[in-house]
């Protein structure tokens, strides 16, 4: 059973802090700590804002995203899982696999000093079920504060091996992306989606992105840094666990994004997903973890 606005008030809220409501058929958690303000939504754990004192919103939200049971938000960080993008055995299922568009369970929400640590978990469901995942659970430790903390522990509590992909689809908000620029990359290589998947070395030096872009860096654990002159700042995003990167906007009208919506956002991904697709044995568990920061 999923919880209620009632029931999470109750077990989680703390006045001036922790606050739920419920639009669209929905539940969101209104955060505010001494150091920042942030939202989530129950419906995948998506967290929406976050909005260090002092700073612009560093993540991007679209005025026409979908708010309803069921479906996708555009925007924000989506969680992606068991898969990355389509499902690549044959089999029908979800973009991006289920995770983003199934309630959570939120199970700790806790402040300490300025920061507000919430863990949300997802388990087997008849959607997952029907899709053949059953024997997982799903662990996303959020802390809010001057950082944004992320933490996606997937454990296989099943008998047999549990193979999935994973993602954290951040889209970081930036004045314009065609001024910024995205450095950390220098000596991978990546697929380029919108080039038939031809592999390619990343060219040294800070990234300009000129043109529509779907990059899938593979085999790198780099800090990422988004310099963006517009809002005068840098996001830093560090990540563990994560041996893909995905830097993606599609330099183009998008349905559910505002008219010119694609200047205002970029995706650094923090992935695991095609040649670094997981394999966790019986009883094994595995963290991936983004760290991210503003200065």
């Known amino acids: 059973m999923s919880q209620t606005v009632a029931e999470l008030n109750e077990h989680f809220g703390m006045a001036g802090v922790l606050a739920f409501r419920e639009e669209h058929g929905l539940i ?13 939504c129950m419906q995948g754990a998506h967290v929406l804002d976050w909005q260090p004192n002092g ?23 989506p969680i992606l899982f068991p898969w990355f993008g389509p499902r690549h055995d044959g089999k029908e299922g979800p973009m991006h ?10 199970g700790f929400a806790a402040l300490a000093g300025d920061d507000l640590h919430m863990t949300f978990t997802l388990g087997g469901t008849d959607v997952s ?33 549990l193979v999935f992909e994973e993602g954290l689809h951040t889209y970081f908000h ?15 290589h990546y697929k380029d989606k919108v080039d038939d998947f031809k592999v390619k070395p ?22 990422c840094i988004v310099t963006d002159p517009g809002f005068k700042r840098a996001i830093t995003i560090e990540k563990a666990g994560s041996e893909t990167t995905v830097v993606w906007n599609p330099w ?16 650094c991904e923090t992935v695991n997903a095609g040649d670094q697709t997981v394999t966790l044995g019986p009883g094994k568990a595995h963290a991936m973890e983004a760290h991210i920061s503003v200065a």
Not at 131 to 147: E, N, P, S
Request: hydrophobic residues 40%; aromatic residues 8%; glycine residues 10%.
């Open 28 to 40: 969101f958690a209104d955060i505010t700590t001494p150091v920042a303000k942030a939202s989530v």
């Open 252 to 267: 183009k009208e998008v349905p559910d994004i505002q008219t010119d919506g694609w200047h205002e956002f970029v995706c």
């Open 97 to 106: 696999g289920f995770a983003r568009i199934q309630p959570w369970t939120l």
């Open 202 to 223: 990343q060219i040294a030096g800070p990234m300009h992105l000129t043109g529509p872009t779907d990059r899938v860096y593979m085999n790198t654990t780099a800090t």
């Open 55 to 77: 700073q612009e919103k560093v993540l991007f939200l679209s005025q026409k995203s979908d708010m309803a049971p069921g479906k996708p938000i555009r925007g924000g960080i």
């Open 174 to 188: 930036v004045k314009d992306v065609r001024a910024m620029t995205l450095a950390g990359l220098d000596g991978t």
């Open 129 to 161: 079920r029907g899709l053949g995942f059953d024997h997982f659970r799903v662990a996303y430790q959020v802390t809010f504060g001057k950082a944004l903390k992320l933490q996606l522990t997937v454990a296989n509590d099943g008998t047999e091996p």
